[in-house]
C-alpha cells in the first residue's frame, strides 16, 4: 500500500519492483509457455514490461534542450 507520504520516485521504484517479481513468476519455461498462465504471450507479464518500460522512460533526462 501506498501512502500520502511516498515522493514519486519511491512510488515509481515499488511499481519497478512489482512488475519485475511479476515478471519473474511469469518467465517463460523451457516449452515457450508461461510457467503459470500456461500460453505463449503471457499478458500479465507483457503488461509488467510496458509498467517498467513507462517507468524507466520517466526518469531519462530530456535531451531537446528544455
Same mark, same amino acid.
Given at each position: 500500500?501506498? #501512502? %500520502?507520504?511516498?515522493?514519486?520516485?519511491? +512510488? =515509481?521504484?515499488?511499481?519497478?519492483?512489482?512488475?519485475?517479481? /511479476?515478471?519473474?513468476?511469469?518467465?517463460? #519455461? %523451457?516449452? #515457450?509457455?508461461?510457467? /503459470?498462465? =500456461? +500460453?505463449?504471450?503471457?499478458? /500479465?507479464?507483457t503488461a509488467a514490461r510496458n509498467v +517498467?518500460?513507462?517507468?524507466? #522512460?520517466?526518469?531519462? %533526462?530530456?535531451?531537446?534542450?528544455?
Open positions: 500500500m501506498t #501512502g %500520502p507520504f511516498l515522493s514519486l520516485a519511491q +512510488i =515509481r521504484n515499488r511499481l519497478i519492483l512489482t512488475a519485475r517479481a /511479476v515478471l519473474r513468476d511469469h518467465r517463460a #519455461g %523451457p516449452d #515457450g509457455r508461461c510457467r /503459470v498462465c =500456461r +500460453i505463449l504471450e503471457c499478458r /500479465v507479464a +517498467i518500460d513507462a517507468a524507466e #522512460g520517466v526518469s531519462q %533526462p530530456r535531451t531537446d534542450g528544455q
